[in-house]
């Protein structure tokens, strides 16, 4: 079963992860919110359900959100994820690179 719909998401230089990780710093953290979207919809949830969710819970539902998705994109690829992302999960900017690592690393293999 395919959990994602590669028709829905197109990369785009932002997908860099090192120009991602630029966009998360110099926007004080709100990038995160556009990269969430994109994500979302990705992975067949609802982006403003999770934006809400992710403020109302003072980002609590973020990390749930980063480890969760850190799981599937190890999937993506067919990987296991290990005991370590619990603890990736925890420092800010890391699970959104590897998770955006993951995703550019499943479309490149898709070509």
């Known amino acids: 079963m395919n959990m994602i719909t590669p028709k829905r998401y197109t990369l785009c230089p932002e997908d860099n992860t090192f120009v991602l990780l630029l966009l998360i710093l110099f926007s004080l953290g709100t990038y995160y919110f556009r990269w969430l979207v994109r ?10 359900t999770n934006i809400l969710l992710v ?8 990390f749930y959100l980063n480890l969760r998705y850190m799981e599937k994109s190890e999937k993506l690829n067919r990987r296991e994820s290990g005991w370590y992302t619990l603890f990736l999960g925890f420092i800010f900017p890391l699970p ?3 998770v955006q690592n993951n995703i550019n690393e499943y479309f ?3 070509n």
């Open 39 to 48: 994500v979302s919809r990705l992975f067949n949830d609802n982006p403003a």
């Open 55 to 62: 403020i109302f819970t003072a980002g609590i539902w973020g």
């Open 96 to 98: 959104i690179l590897i």
């Open 108 to 110: 490149v293999s898709l």
